[in-house]
């Protein structure tokens, strides 16, 4: 054996280590990203249950304990404000399969947002929603 093979020995291993460590450090890389993403997922679905549950609780205050929304609102200790009880409010109605309406899009908050039902965008003229 030749000290010239040698070196192509010593370069082709010395090249292969350093493949070998980058693939195991993209894994690892790839593992770490995918776990956070599914962290990311799970609380978002966690989160979206748990609204849905919050928006059913205010629905039955108001239909089957005939609150009023400000009412409704007042019970819940100052920890919802008007425009989250009207969104909680047309979440509930939309799970229900009951149509929002026109006017629960309009007291969505900010100037565009997508109708609870059907998904269309949502914009305010003079306090007023417009499809």
């Not at 195991?24 to 966690?46: N, P, S, W």
């Not at 629905?59 to 989250?84: F, H, P, Y």
Request: proline share 2%; hydrophobic share 35%; net charge positive.
């Amino acid at each position: 054996m030749s000290g010239g093979q040698s070196v192509r020995q010593q370069a082709r291993r010395a090249a292969m280590a350093a493949q070998t460590k980058r693939k195991k450090e993209a894994e690892a890389q790839d593992r770490r990203r995918r776990d956070l993403a599914v962290k990311v997922m799970i609380g978002l679905k966690e989160r979206d249950a748990c609204e849905l549950d919050a928006a059913r609780a205010l629905r039955r205050l108001v239909e089957d304990e005939k609150l009023t929304m400000k009412e409704a609102i007042q019970w819940c200790g100052g920890e919802l404000t008007v425009s989250q009880g009207s969104r909680l409010k047309a979440l509930a109605a939309d799970a229900a399969g009951v149509g929002a309406t026109d006017d629960d899009a309009a007291v969505m908050p900010g100037p565009h947002r997508h109708h609870p039902r059907t998904g269309h965008e949502v914009r305010w003229r003079d306090g007023r929603a417009t499809h």
